[in-house]
């Protein structure tokens, strides 16, 4: 993905214009997932301006957070439409994307985690069938499988099966395996102050509140993705300021209804 670099004498030029369209991108959908959510444009607005926020503490880098972040908001925006418009093949685009945003980071399989039981609740709620429920939650799962079954295939055609075994299997777990702990409760209170308490206490605040009203699906969903999003930004112990980047798509959603309400009072 990182091949533009290398185009004019391995320069980071490209990248950071890439960059600037991915997180465009994302911005673009937020927008949409916003509106679609609440039914107003001024949250989609917000929603949108708050990435843009949240996303700051490391904004002058192209990793891999931000990159993944763009198909996490895909995938909420599908789960955010399947919820509201019953479209079933919606939750299999929705782990779909997933699958994909994992291509660019593993962590982000924590998405899928989260929003399982949102559609069982939105299931339980709607007092459907277990099969149907298990069927949506099936759904999702196989669109998470397909992007690495090709990607697999791919290199296994290539002949390079056991150089993406090592890089994308055995290296990334035992570098989070082989993490000393020592240290890692000091560098989490740094990333907590500087990255939530100074860079985004009021998105933070807001989601908080957002995510303890009424208990539809969707704030479920949007609720364990933010929260659950603490495991993958721990494994290591490092909190590096990138890891927080994982946190601006569900923050930026979760918190914008509130925001935008308060923005109008104000």
Same mark, same amino acid.
């Given at each position: 993905?990182y091949?533009?670099?290398?185009?004019?004498?391995?320069?980071m030029?490209?990248?950071?214009?890439?960059?600037l369209?991915?997180?465009?991108?994302?911005?673009?959908?937020?927008?949409?997932?916003?509106e679609?959510?609440?039914?107003?444009?001024?949250?989609?607005?917000?929603?949108?301006?708050?990435?843009?926020?949240v996303? *700051?503490?490391?904004? @002058?880098?192209?990793?891999?957070? /931000?990159?993944?972040? %763009?198909?996490?908001? #895909?995938?909420? =925006? +599908?789960?955010?439409?399947?919820?509201?418009?019953?479209?079933?093949?919606?939750?299999?685009?929705?782990?779909?994307s997933?699958?994909?945003?994992?291509l660019?980071?593993?962590?982000?399989?924590?998405?899928?985690?989260?929003?399982?039981?949102?559609?069982?609740?939105?299931?339980?709620?709607q007092?459907?069938?277990?099969?149907?429920?298990?069927g949506?939650?099936?759904?999702?799962?196989?669109?998470?499988?397909i992007?690495?079954?090709?990607?697999v295939?791919?290199?296994?055609?290539?002949?390079?099966l056991?150089?993406?075994y090592?890089?994308?299997?055995?290296?990334?777990?035992f570098y989070?395996?082989?993490?000393?702990?020592?240290? *890692?409760?000091?560098? @989490?209170?740094?990333g907590?102050? /500087?990255?939530?308490? %100074?860079?985004?206490? #009021?998105p933070? =605040? +807001?989601?908080?509140?957002?995510?303890?009203?009424?208990?539809?699906?969707?704030?479920?969903?949007?609720?364990?993705?933010?929260?659950?999003?603490?495991?993958?930004?721990?494994?290591?112990?490092?909190?590096?300021?990138?890891?927080?980047?994982?946190?601006?798509?569900?923050?930026?959603?979760l918190?914008?209804?509130?925001?935008?309400?308060?923005?109008?009072?104000?």
């Open positions: 993905f091949s533009p670099a290398g185009y004019f004498g391995f320069s030029v490209p990248m950071k214009v890439i960059g369209l991915w997180a465009l991108g994302t911005c673009l959908i937020l927008y949409r997932a916003a679609l959510w609440t039914g107003r444009k001024d949250t989609g607005f917000v929603a949108a301006w708050l990435y843009v926020a996303s *700051s503490c490391n904004n @002058l880098a192209i990793h891999a957070e /931000l990159m993944m972040n %763009l198909p996490v908001a #895909l995938a909420l =925006l +599908f789960f955010i439409r399947a919820r509201r418009e019953g479209r079933r093949l919606d939750d299999f685009w929705c782990g779909l997933i699958g994909i945003a994992t660019f980071r593993h962590q982000a399989g924590i998405v899928l985690v989260a929003l399982l039981p949102a559609v069982l609740w939105a299931c339980y709620s007092r459907k069938a277990l099969a149907w429920s298990l949506r939650c099936a759904a999702l799962a196989i669109g998470v499988f992007p690495w079954l090709v990607v295939g791919l290199y296994a055609r290539m002949g390079h056991a150089e993406f090592d890089w994308n299997i055995a290296r990334n777990f989070v395996m082989g993490t000393s702990s020592s240290g *890692s409760l000091v560098r @989490l209170g740094r907590i102050l /500087l990255y939530v308490v %100074l860079a985004a206490p #009021l933070w =605040l +807001f989601s908080l509140i957002e995510g303890t009203r009424l208990w539809d699906p969707v704030r479920v969903g949007l609720l364990l993705s933010l929260l659950l999003t603490w495991i993958p930004v721990s494994m290591s112990g490092r909190y590096y300021s990138q890891y927080f980047v994982q946190f601006a798509v569900p923050l930026a959603l918190a914008a209804p509130s925001l935008e309400h308060n923005l109008a009072r104000w």
